[in-house]
């Protein structure tokens, strides 16, 4: 037995040994979790598994880190692992195939000043700055149900951008603006 069918077994048998009423025919443990991206910046486009059975891949995490760079100084960070969970729950909930539009991940805290100085809607101590935010719209969708699916997840702060045809989902403390 390989280390994935292993790790895939002794979840499944936790989940069992936690919840014996369940039992494995109605489990609903996903077996993968997927992201699809579009960069609006750069025209990069992104389709990867970035968990499967119980296992975060790193490969698909350097694929989503790399996308989501600053694309103004091609700066790479480790994003939050948790807001990639995020995206993944509020697709699912909004039952989505299409890529998340991207329009900012990370920020490098050079380019997090530099945008602060033309514009008051940029915090000083942006979670962007921390790979805990990102700013995007979802083809399909109408941007006010982004925003409504969002805020019911209650995983961190949202903020709707009509204007600006965006919504900020962060890891931060629950809110909205």
Known sequence: ???????????????????PNLGLANTTF????????????????LDT???????????????INYL?????????????????DLLHSLRTKLDSREPFHVISGY??????????????GVAKKSLHMEGKAIDINLPGRNLSDLRKVAMGL?????GYYPASNFVHVDRGRVRSW
């Open 68 to 84: 989501l760079r600053d694309h103004r100084n091609n700066a790479v960070t480790e994003m939050d692992i948790e807001l990639f």
């Open 107 to 120: 920020r490098s805290p050079e380019t997090n000043a530099k945008l602060r100085s033309n514009s008051t």
């Open 154 to 158: 209650a995983q961190g702060g949202v």
């Open 1 to 19: 037995m390989d280390r994935r069918n292993f790790l895939k077994m002794a979840g499944m048998v936790s989940a069992v040994s936690l919840f």
């Open 30 to 45: 996903p077996y993968k979790k997927s992201l699809s991206f579009y960069n609006t910046h750069t025209g990069e486009k």
């Open 49 to 63: 598994t970035f968990w499967a059975e119980g296992v975060y891949i790193p490969e698909g995490l350097a694929e």
